[in-house]
């Protein structure tokens, strides 16, 4: 290894890079994951438990022992049960007599900051008692002395232009209050804004802490019984043991989380594995047959074959622990650079800088495993070497061998089979008895197996049958020219350097393929039935019942309310327009249709019969907002473009005013016109009018007659994807007899909401929202666009494949110096080598994207056919596709034919045998 310096860096390097990857990975994935004194310190600080009222006495409540937010009831036939009641109003009732408490409620407040109305998190409670420190510590200032000081986060002076003395207002009680001091929450990033108070009048979760108080399992259980669950410090240090009658025994806190982890890093070690063994066995080639005389004496003064492969084998092993601790100590380094770019200023984000040591200490001995697996085929065609050839210096081509191409090209054709075989059972499964098979038939899982397994053996075959390949690629680039013939030649001649070298190109890209046309055909499936809450860029406002207590329709004045709400909600967002959409209001909240008002009237569009599904054949429909039960919408004419999304013509418009529809979905069109009628709303609960949906069975209630029925003009417009199908202004609402009330607001905004901004929305929307009616807060992004997520895999798929050629051709000419050194001599010129590295590159890489295409794709093609026209292949990015099998190869040569090839040294040519 050391005469052999180069060629040892760069096998080491190959081992080095992934290995420091899989290091990086693994220290930042286990530095998100507690331990248990780091869950404790931030929960509970340097009090002893909390405890909160979360079910009903006595009805069996139980907890998991260190995740309190796991509970629930008993289980029956599977099936939680959920009793009747209330939780306990305090908990500190089902604790011993004169034990100590500190509640604590953690919520939301609105306050007046220096840019204007926020909502920001807030903690109501003596939470700067020193036994807090951990979970809330006191930064400067003072605690507060009085009801009406409060502390704020450092980021809060600078939101609220303030400094430590200066007053805040919050918005809900319009109280001020006086900053003494910043204090920060362990869960609290550096930069954002919350507030700690001591009001009594903060709306959210609260929490009662125990300073002194330990409990151990065994209270908690108690605790249990009252509806009451706890965090305890002695509980989550030392756990107890699950059994099979514990209702919590299928909870797995953060161990779910590690095996993911650690399942994306085998299969992440896996492939890493394969291109590594790939690309240093062709480096270990190389080194191999530069190493083939002084092997040859050895082995002509009593070496034996095994003796040499050892020394080949054990040079893998070697490099494979070098490689395996220098990638450690960059991936290290690498985790801790990427903890301080990252790190947000909580405690929670990292939870502390965690050295999976077990885990490092097999991603060493894998990186020697690998090692020494590269060297295996090298050390193993030296032990077959002719030591009087060796020793001759005579460097005869490789000749392929009948049994591989065989063999490669049966498991090809099986792989090509078993893919399209398994495509058309699995579609025959589905259009025969996919619902009627048993949950672990084995029809279930071979056919899925089949369509991903059939392009592996693809791979393979093609991978067994390489040395054949290129030795007939070689006979038909022959014909093109001298440069074509002789890089050909030299790819076939040394194909235990050609043949690893694409393999592990094309590995790379049958990965990003499948990954490619598989995501491209789910997300088409998805943006096909995307689900708009409004226009793109939208910001809309809808209004439920809340579930506090019985749950009644929204009324006529509430509804009034609550457009008022959201109206104030959307101008704080930064509206620039807005309009309100009315509708009837749902009968389906009533108990029964006794409950329905008598007078109450519904009339809806009928879609005509012609385009009802039925259910005897069609399991669902696809929802994708446009509701069909209720699908008239009133609007007015000002807000239009706004709730829509698009201009209309004046012509439209104005036959809008005059009594038109809009339709967004011409089905319910016919001669120019949609059918509206009107039933009962009485009928309209039992079911007895069109559901514009499904044909109506045998077994349901008979329709009833409308009251009356009448066509309206009806004008089409293009706006398909957006949550309204008809249209009508409020004139025309009033001249049908509609009873209607606000059922969402719809604003556009100057500019698009970032995160923050929508979380914040989201927090308004909460304040805003009432005991009878919630507000529901939209803001709609569209569908993901395929280049957020193809760009990335295009990307990274592309370094890996300039890697992997990168180091295949400089193997290459490295390994031609000596055949440079005597085509120089014999009148080959400096561009004639620069177009042999032009063919080069093209065959390898070629080779390489071409073959992991064409396997690539067949999974997706496969599982396109069984998705019974879910998934369309049109949507996979054909063109990205090429241009990645065929671009992408033209690039990797043309940069091989601009970097000039090294000038040859004359005095190493030697005799061609």
Same mark, same amino acid.
């Given at each position: 290894?050391?005469?052999?310096?180069?060629?040892?860096?760069?096998?080491?390097?190959?081992?080095?890079?992934?290995?420091?990857?899989?290091?990086?990975?693994?220290?930042?994935?286990?530095?998100?994951?507690?331990?248990?004194?780091?869950?404790?310190?931030?929960?509970?600080?340097?009090?002893?438990?909390?405890?909160?009222?979360?079910?009903?006495?006595?009805?069996?409540?139980?907890?998991?022992?260190?995740?309190?937010?796991?509970?629930?009831?008993?289980?029956?036939?599977?099936?939680?049960?959920?009793?009747?009641?209330?939780?306990?109003?305090?908990?500190?009732?089902?604790?011993?007599?004169?034990?100590?408490?500190?509640?604590?409620?953690?919520?939301?407040?609105?306050?007046?900051?220096?840019?204007?109305?926020?909502?920001?998190?807030?903690?109501?409670?003596?939470?700067?008692?020193?036994?807090?420190?951990?979970?809330?510590?006191?930064?400067?200032?003072?605690?507060?002395?009085?009801?009406?000081?409060?502390?704020?986060?450092?980021?809060?002076?600078?939101?609220?232009?303030?400094?430590?003395?200066?007053?805040?207002?919050?918005?809900?009680?319009?109280?001020?209050?006086?900053?003494?001091?910043?204090?920060?929450?362990?869960?609290?990033?550096?930069?954002?804004?919350?507030?700690?108070?001591?009001?009594?009048?903060?709306?959210?979760?609260?929490?009662?802490?125990?300073?002194?108080?330990?409990?151990?399992?065994?209270?908690?259980?108690?605790?249990?019984?009252?509806?009451?669950?706890?965090?305890?410090?002695?509980?989550?240090?030392?756990?107890?043991?699950?059994?099979?009658?514990?209702?919590?025994?299928?909870?797995?806190?953060?161990?779910?989380?590690?095996?993911?982890?650690?399942?994306?890093?085998?299969?992440?070690?896996?492939?890493?594995?394969?291109?590594?063994?790939?690309?240093?066995?062709?480096?270990?080639?190389?080194?191999?047959?530069?190493?083939?005389?002084?092997?040859?004496?050895?082995?002509?003064?009593?070496?034996?074959?095994?003796?040499?492969?050892?020394?080949?084998?054990?040079?893998?092993?070697?490099?494979?622990?070098?490689?395996?601790?220098?990638?450690?100590?960059?991936?290290?380094?690498?985790?801790?650079?990427?903890?301080?770019?990252?790190?947000?200023?909580?405690?929670?984000?990292?939870?502390?800088?965690?050295?999976?040591?077990?885990?490092?200490?097999?991603?060493?001995?894998?990186?020697?495993?690998?090692?020494?697996?590269?060297?295996?085929?090298?050390?193993?065609?030296?032990?077959?070497?002719?030591?009087?050839?060796?020793?001759?210096?005579?460097?005869?081509?490789?000749?392929?061998?009948?049994?591989?191409?065989?063999?490669?090209?049966?498991?090809?054709?099986?792989?090509?089979?078993?893919?399209?075989?398994?495509?058309?059972?699995?579609?025959?499964?589905?259009?025969?008895?996919?619902?009627?098979?048993?949950?672990?038939?084995?029809?279930?899982?071979?056919?899925?197996?089949?369509?991903?397994?059939?392009?592996?053996?693809?791979?393979?075959?093609?991978?067994?049958?390489?040395?054949?390949?290129?030795?007939?690629?070689?006979?038909?680039?022959?014909?093109?020219?001298?440069?074509?013939?002789?890089?050909?030649?030299?790819?076939?001649?040394?194909?235990?350097?050609?043949?690893?070298?694409?393999?592990?190109?094309?590995?790379?890209?049958?990965?990003?393929?499948?990954?490619?046309?598989?995501?491209?055909?789910?997300?088409?499936?998805?943006?096909?039935?995307?689900?708009?809450?409004?226009?793109?860029?939208?910001?809309?406002?809808?209004?439920?019942?809340?579930?506090?207590?019985?749950?009644?329709?929204?009324?006529?004045?509430?509804?009034?309310?609550?457009?008022?709400?959201?109206?104030?909600?959307?101008?704080?967002?930064?509206?620039?327009?807005?309009?309100?959409?009315?509708?009837?209001?749902?009968?389906?909240?009533?108990?029964?249709?006794?409950?329905?008002?008598?007078?109450?009237?519904?009339?809806?569009?009928?879609?005509?019969?012609?385009?009802?599904?039925?259910?005897?054949?069609?399991?669902?429909?696809?929802?994708?907002?446009?509701?069909?039960?209720?699908?008239?919408?009133?609007?007015?004419?000002?807000?239009?473009?706004?709730?829509?999304?698009?201009?209309?013509?004046?012509?439209?418009?104005?036959?809008?005013?005059?009594?038109?529809?809009?339709?967004?979905?011409?089905?319910?069109?016919?001669?120019?016109?949609?059918?509206?009628?009107?039933?009962?709303?009485?009928?309209?609960?039992?079911?007895?009018?069109?559901?514009?949906?499904?044909?109506?069975?045998?077994?349901?209630?008979?329709?009833?007659?409308?009251?009356?029925?009448?066509?309206?003009?009806?004008?089409?417009?293009?706006?398909?994807?957006?949550?309204?199908?008809?249209?009508?202004?409020?004139?025309?609402?009033?001249?049908?007899?509609?009873?209607?009330?606000?059922?969402?607001?719809?604003? !556009?905004? @100057?500019? /698009? *909401?970032? $995160?923050?901004? +929508?979380?914040?929305?989201?927090?308004?929307? =909460?304040?805003?929202? #009432?005991?009878?009616?919630?507000?529901?807060?939209?803001?709609?992004?569209?569908?993901?666009?395929?280049?957020?997520?193809?760009?990335?895999?295009?990307?990274?798929?592309?370094?890996?494949?300039?890697?992997?050629?990168?180091?295949?051709?400089?193997?290459?000419?490295?390994?031609?110096?000596?055949?440079?050194?005597?085509?120089?001599?014999?009148?080959?010129?400096?561009?004639?080598?620069?177009?042999?590295?032009?063919?080069?590159?093209?065959?390898?890489?070629?080779?390489?994207?071409?073959?992991?295409?064409?396997?690539?794709?067949?999974?997706?093609?496969?599982?396109?056919?069984?998705?019974?026209?879910?998934?369309?292949?049109?949507?996979?990015?054909?063109?990205?596709?090429?241009?990645? !099998?065929? @671009?992408? /190869? *033209?690039? $990797?040569?043309? +940069?091989?034919?601009?970097?000039?090839?090294? =000038?040859?040294?004359? #005095?190493?040519?030697?005799?061609?045998?």
């Amino acid at each position: 290894m050391r005469r052999t310096v180069s060629s040892s860096i760069l096998i080491a390097t190959l081992i080095a890079l992934p290995i420091a990857g899989m290091a990086a990975f693994s220290v930042v994935v286990w530095s998100t994951v507690s331990t248990p004194e780091e869950s404790v310190r931030a929960e509970l600080g340097q009090m002893e438990a909390w405890v909160q009222p979360v079910g009903v006495p006595d009805a069996g409540f139980w907890q998991s022992p260190t995740e309190p937010g796991w509970n629930g009831y008993p289980f029956q036939n599977d099936q939680m049960t959920m009793p009747e009641g209330d939780p306990l109003p305090d908990p500190v009732t089902a604790l011993p007599s004169g034990t100590e408490a500190i509640a604590v409620t953690e919520g939301q407040v609105r306050a007046e900051t220096a840019t204007g109305l926020a909502s920001l998190p807030a903690w109501d409670g003596e939470v700067w008692d020193s036994r807090f420190q951990g979970r809330f510590d006191l930064v400067d200032g003072r605690i507060p002395a009085a009801a009406d000081e409060i502390l704020v986060t450092p980021a809060g002076l600078e939101r609220f232009g303030i400094t430590i003395g200066d007053d805040i207002e919050l918005d809900a009680s319009s109280a001020t209050f006086t900053v003494v001091g910043t204090m920060t929450a362990v869960s609290t990033p550096s930069t954002q804004t919350a507030l700690f108070l001591q009001s009594d009048t903060l709306t959210g979760a609260t929490k009662w802490f125990l300073p002194d108080d330990a409990l151990s399992w065994g209270d908690v259980q108690a605790l249990n019984e009252q509806g009451v669950v706890a965090y305890s410090r002695e509980v989550v240090l030392d756990p107890p043991q699950a059994t099979e009658s514990d209702d919590w025994v299928t909870f797995s806190s953060g161990d779910g989380a590690v095996q993911g982890y650690v399942m994306m890093l085998g299969a992440a070690g896996l492939f890493a594995a394969y291109v590594v063994v790939m690309l240093a066995g062709a480096a270990f080639s190389v080194a191999a047959r530069r190493q083939q005389r002084s092997l040859a004496v050895a082995a002509s003064v009593g070496a034996t074959g095994a003796d040499l492969r050892r020394t080949i084998v054990l040079q893998g092993t070697v490099l494979g622990a070098a490689g395996g601790v220098i990638g450690l100590a960059l991936g290290v380094g690498l985790a801790a650079l990427v903890m301080w770019l990252t790190d947000d200023g909580s405690g929670t984000r990292y939870w502390g800088f965690h050295a999976p040591w077990a885990v490092l200490a097999c991603i060493l001995i894998f990186s020697v495993l690998v090692g020494t697996a590269s060297a295996a085929i090298p050390a193993r065609s030296v032990a077959r070497s002719d030591t009087l050839s060796a020793l001759r210096g005579a460097r005869r081509p490789q000749t392929p061998q009948a049994s591989r191409p065989i063999w490669g090209s049966i498991i090809l054709v099986v792989g090509v089979g078993l893919t399209i075989l398994s495509a058309l059972a699995m579609a025959s499964i589905n259009a025969i008895a996919y619902t009627e098979l048993a949950a672990d038939s084995p029809l279930r899982v071979i056919p899925p197996s089949g369509i991903v397994i059939g392009p592996i053996l693809v791979q393979i075959g093609i991978l067994l049958s390489g040395r054949w390949l290129l030795w007939l690629a070689s006979r038909v680039l022959s014909r093109i020219g001298l440069a074509a013939r002789l890089a050909s030649r030299d790819a076939a001649a040394n194909a235990s350097r050609t043949v690893p070298a694409f393999a592990a190109i094309g590995a790379t890209v049958f990965i990003a393929v499948f990954a490619i046309s598989q995501s491209a055909m789910q997300m088409g499936n998805s943006n096909r039935n995307w689900f708009y809450q409004g226009p793109v860029g939208s910001l809309s406002v809808e209004f439920y019942p809340n579930g506090n207590g019985i749950v009644m329709p929204v009324n006529a004045e509430q509804a009034d309310d609550a457009a008022d709400a959201a109206l104030e909600l959307v101008t704080d967002a930064g509206a620039t327009s807005v309009g309100v959409i009315r509708s009837q209001s749902d009968t389906g909240y009533y108990s029964s249709p006794q409950d329905v008002p008598a007078e109450d009237h519904w009339i809806i569009a009928v879609m005509p019969e012609e385009y009802l599904i039925d259910p005897t054949t069609e399991m669902s429909y696809r929802y994708t907002g446009q509701w069909p039960m209720n699908p008239i919408s009133v609007v007015e004419p000002g807000a239009l473009s706004t709730v829509l999304g698009i201009d209309l013509s004046p012509a439209q418009l104005s036959a809008f005013r005059s009594g038109s529809a809009l339709v967004a979905d011409e089905r319910w069109v016919t001669d120019d016109t949609i059918d509206v009628a009107s039933w009962t709303a009485r009928e309209s609960y039992e079911g007895r009018v069109p559901d514009n949906v499904w044909q109506r069975q045998p077994e349901q209630p008979p329709a009833a007659e409308p009251q009356w029925q009448q066509a309206i003009d009806a004008i089409v417009i293009d706006a398909s994807d957006q949550p309204l199908a008809i249209v009508i202004s409020p004139e025309t609402a009033d001249r049908l007899g509609m009873v209607i009330q606000p059922v969402k607001v719809m604003a !556009a905004l @100057a500019h /698009p *909401l970032e $995160i923050d901004d +929508v979380d914040r929305v989201y927090s308004h929307a =909460t304040l805003l929202s #009432t005991s009878d009616v919630a507000l529901s807060p939209s803001y709609e992004r569209g569908p993901s666009d395929d280049m957020f997520w193809m760009f990335p895999i295009l990307i990274g798929v592309a370094v890996l494949v300039l890697g992997a050629s990168a180091v295949a051709l400089g193997l290459a000419r490295f390994e031609r110096r000596p055949d440079d050194a005597t085509l120089t001599a014999v009148g080959g010129t400096p561009g004639l080598r620069r177009r042999i590295g032009f063919w080069q590159g093209l065959i390898i890489a070629g080779f390489g994207t071409i073959a992991g295409a064409a396997a690539g794709v067949l999974p997706p093609i496969g599982f396109a056919i069984q998705s019974r026209g879910d998934l369309v292949v049109s949507d996979v990015p054909w063109l990205a596709l090429a241009a990645l !099998a065929f @671009a992408l /190869p *033209l690039l $990797i040569a043309a +940069v091989s034919w601009l970097i000039p090839p090294r =000038t040859p040294e004359l #005095t190493r040519r030697t005799v061609i045998a």
